[in-house]
């Protein structure tokens, strides 16, 4: 049998509708009965529309405590402030890596009425040891995200990990990520190493594109999860965006619940204990 460079796919599948927030409208590709999560994310939302109905009620305050949020805006303005005095935009193409740690209470709001939002909120989780770390933002505007041009036809934003000598300006030693944000015109070429081990993850927001070593393509909202071996090559068959995401995994107990997610029980009733009791 032949081996081919590249990892293998062991999943596909295709988010589902939901709401969050206030009642806010989006696609869960990761986080759903069907994917409770890929170790170490624990959740993907793509949220896209130019119906103010669909997101102005915005995610009013709301606690986290336990890992980290992660937004990525392709288009519209969102404000968010937390319960230590921390306030931002993010503007088209900015990212906010927040690490949640022992816990913050904050708001995303739409700063805009009208027009189109966009752009996807990850949650990675954090190992036992950092959970109950003190919470801290990297956030970055657009013209802080490096772009990679490693081919003709292709421009690969780097969020976290690098791509040839670019290396992208979020940093997070516990789980190593790697996330692009993978722009090819059609008929380009694009092939990105993935540490062995690592889980990595690809979704396809706009086009369609071939994968190295499958026959099929991957299309406009198909999430690809690849297997832990070999490298990953997308070639476009139509203009394309695609996310490629990585991270070394954690192998630790998930306790889950709502916006907390520690390692046991015990810990996600004390996580209630601690938000009622004003200690976030
Ligand atoms: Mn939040």
Redesign the pocket.
């Known amino acids: 049998m032949s081996q081919t460079p590249y990892r293998r796919i062991d999943r596909r599948s295709r988010g589902l509708p939901a709401s969050d927030g206030a009642g806010v409208r989006l696609t869960r590709v990761i986080g759903t009965q069907q994917l409770p999560d890929l170790d170490p994310f624990l959740l993907l939302d793509e949220f896209g529309s130019d119906k103010p109905g669909d997101y102005i009620a915005g ?1 009013p305050s ?1 606690p ?1 405590r336990g890992f980290e ?1 992660v ?1 990525y805006m392709l288009d519209g303005r969102m404000r ?1 402030k937390d319960n230590h005095g921390n306030e931002g935009l993010l503007t088209p193409g900015a990212v906010q890596w ?1 690490t ?1 740690g022992r816990g913050i209470v ?3 709001m739409p700063e805009q009425e009208h027009g189109l939002m966009r752009g996807f ?1 990850l949650w990675v989780n954090l190992p036992a040891k950092d959970k109950m770390t003190a919470p801290q933002y990297q956030e970055f505007a657009p013209d802080r995200i490096p772009v990679a041009e490693p081919a003709a036809g292709v421009r690969v934003k780097v969020i976290a990990g690098q791509v040839g000598e670019t290396e992208g300006p979020v940093k997070q030693p516990a789980t190593d990520p790697l996330y692009l944000d993978i722009l090819l015109d059609a008929g380009a070429s694009f092939e990105q190493p993935v540490p062995e081990g690592h889980t990595a993850f690809a979704y396809a927001y706009e086009g369609a594109a071939d994968i190295g070593g499958e026959s099929e393509p991957v299309m406009k909202g198909d999430l690809l999860v690849f297997g832990r071996s070999g490298s990953v090559r997308f070639t476009a068959r139509s203009a394309s965006r695609l996310i490629l995401v990585a991270g070394r995994p954690l192998r630790e107990p998930v306790a889950r619940y709502g ?1 907390f997610v520690m390692n046991t029980k015990e810990q996600i009733m004390q996580a209630f204990v601690d938000y009622q009791e004003g200690r976030f």
């Open positions: 995610f709301h986290h949020t937004t968010h927040m949640a904050h708001s995303e909120q916006p």
